[in-house]
């Protein structure tokens, strides 16, 4: 069983920073590949970047761009996403996710472990 868990999140002025973490722990016997999620009020939870294992592939949604930056330290089994230029509509519940497919974690109904999800609210 593999949980993970994710902090960082609050309340931000627009055009601010936010880094969020997701910290995984438990067992598992194959390497995770890593993303994130966003779900807004009233609209269905959505893609917003994903890692491979090694570090070495990224994807993010268009609307991040530029803005988002995901990454992840192995050693410290933590996944990282940096929000940078933050706008009203990035205002979210943010779920962090992990699959042994890389595939897998770019599609919300596929992933196979979630975190319980943090709140980001962008303040205009």
């Known amino acids: 069983q593999v949980q993970l868990e994710e902090s960082g999140g609050g309340l931000v002025q627009a055009g601010g920073s936010l880094r969020l973490s997701c910290t995984t722990s438990g067992r598992t016997f194959s390497p995770l590949h890593m993303g994130w999620f966003r779900q807004a009020p009233g609209k269905e939870r959505e893609f917003v970047a994903t890692?491979?294992?090694?570090?070495?592939?990224?994807e993010y949604v268009d609307s991040v761009k530029g803005r988002f930056t995901i990454s992840r330290d192995n050693a410290k089994n933590t996944m990282y996403l940096q929000m940078n230029s933050l706008k009203p509509e990035d205002t979210a519940v943010y779920y962090c996710?992990?699959?042994?497919?890389?595939?897998?974690?770019?599609?919300?109904?596929?992933?196979?472990?979630w975190g319980q999800g943090i709140q980001v609210t962008v303040s205009s």
């Open positions: 996710a992990a699959d042994p497919s890389y595939a897998r974690t770019k599609v919300t109904g596929a992933v196979r472990y």
């Open positions: 890692i491979s294992w090694s570090g070495g592939v990224t």
